[in-house]
């Protein structure tokens, strides 16, 4: 099965399961699927539930929601996948957007093909810079920054070994709820108001997605710019 067929099919899988699990499904699915990675992007998903929480200002109870569904969506949407599909993945992510309801979901493709197949941009040696600026800043300079467009409007950034020992530790004592709660507060702010990743490039930010698998010592940043 081709990449466009494929990626078509788990868009059509994606809001089949919102509809049968949730009783409503995203507003929009856009789906990237490249030798390097998938990147599922829900616009609006569970849009009432949500508003009514960013009407409250309820932020906790949204990040709660937004886990809880992406936990929940990911073991249905996997099983799934395997019926029509033989892409095996390395690792999953997922994210979203408060201000405008959105979310996405990220799998690196096994054998870590991001390492082998980098692409090389205007701007990259800077944005690589800032990041591992902003990284070091907050924990430690990453032993290994990769990136690559997944399409022409989303950039996708690979760090790896990025964790100081505390956090390891964390971790091992089942902190990992706390953790990337305390990561999305803090670290995900300092990229946003400080990488100036869009100044680098010349493009307009619609939106930032971060996540981390703690167990493997890795994280990704997904940039979703604006069409040129």
């Not at 849009?47 to 200002?57: A, D, F, S, W, Y």
């Not at 467009?149 to 996708?156: E, G, Y």
């Not at 530790?169 to 990488?195: M, N, Q, S």
Request: glycine share 4%; proline share 2%; aromatic share 10%.
């Amino acid at each position: 099965m081709s990449h466009s067929t494929t990626s078509l099919k788990i868009e059509s899988v994606i809001k089949e399961i919102f509809a049968a699990s949730f009783g409503d499904k995203p507003e929009d699915v856009h789906v990237i699927l490249e030798n390097r990675c998938l990147i599922i992007r829900l616009e609006r998903f569970m849009g009432k539930i949500m508003e009514n929480l960013v009407v409250t200002k309820d932020n906790d109870a949204l990040r709660s929601t937004s886990e809880l569904i992406m936990d929940y969506l990911l073991p249905d949407f996997m099983k799934e996948l395997k019926t029509f599909s033989d892409i095996e993945f390395d690792s999953f992510y997922y994210d979203w957007d408060d201000n405008n309801l959105s979310g996405v979901i990220v799998g690196l493709i096994k054998d870590n093909n991001y390492r082998l197949n980098e692409d090389y941009y205007p701007g990259k040696d800077e944005v690589h810079f800032q990041i591992s600026k902003i990284t070091y800043e907050v924990e430690k300079v990453p032993d290994s920054t990769f990136s690559f467009w997944a399409d022409n409007n989303t950039l996708v950034v690979v760090r790896e070994g990025l964790l100081i020992e505390i956090e390891k530790y964390l971790v091992k004592l089942d902190g990992e709820g706390a953790l990337r709660k305390a990561k999305r507060a803090l670290e995900k702010t300092r990229i946003i108001e400080e990488g100036n990743i869009p100044i680098i490039l010349g493009r307009r930010l619609v939106g930032i997605y971060l996540d981390w698998m703690f167990e493997m010592d890795k994280s990704v940043i997904v940039y979703v710019f604006e069409e040129k």
